[in-house]
């Protein structure tokens, strides 16, 4: 039973990343497209704060200032990401609509070479249904939540070999924790 009731509360806890935000007038983000252009590159992680009760929610539980991160695809100026309709895109305008603050984050292992590569990655998992289980470390095969599918775009280019492990379930959160984030819309931009 007690199994039972934590896998309940993991799941409620990242239930943030499930949920398609919805925006109201009061909750809007002023969004300013070209400091994100100048800086956001293929690969890249937009980590977002959203505004629905579930981002409070796993924002609460977290601990943490964000709810859902996605991934960026600048040859076709969109973000995928994965929530409740499972994997998906959007254009970066639309998805900015859906937060109240956003982080644009660098991974560690991103080079020239590769950057592209993790956005056709990202791409083709397009169409895949949303991991549930895996907010709580029991990952579906071919299924992602929001910040599995971003790791799983760099999965190819992640060095095991030490440093910094990844953990079974990663809240959007703590993604800086293997990136550098060189935007914040609360105005603690980074130049790179």
């Avoid at 590769?114 to 029991?138: E, M, V």
Wanted: proline share 7%; net charge negative.
């Amino acid at each position: 039973m007690l199994a039972g009731l934590m896998a309940a509360f993991g799941c409620l806890s990242f239930l943030g990343c499930a949920v398609k935000p919805v925006q109201t007038e009061t909750q809007r983000l002023d969004v300013n497209l070209e400091p994100i252009r100048a800086v956001v590159e293929d690969g890249d992680w937009l980590v977002i704060r959203g505004v629905t009760g579930p981002d409070d929610f796993i924002s609460s539980v977290t601990n943490m200032p964000f709810s859902h991160a996605a991934i960026y695809d600048a040859e076709k100026d969109e973000v995928i990401e994965a929530d409740a309709r499972g994997v998906s895109s959007s254009p970066l305008p639309e998805f900015l609509l859906t937060a109240y603050r956003i982080w644009v984050v660098k991974p560690i292992w991103a080079t020239e070479k590769n950057r592209h590569a993790a956005a056709l990655r990202a791409r083709s998992r397009i169409g895949r249904p949303y991991n549930f289980t895996g907010l709580i470390g029991l990952s579906l095969p071919d299924s992602y939540y929001c910040t599995q599918l971003v790791m799983d775009a760099w999965e190819p280019f992640i060095d095991k070999r030490g440093g910094n492990p990844i953990p079974l379930v990663v809240s959007p959160g703590r993604l800086h924790h293997w990136g550098r984030v060189v935007y914040d819309s609360f105005g603690l931009e980074k130049k790179l």
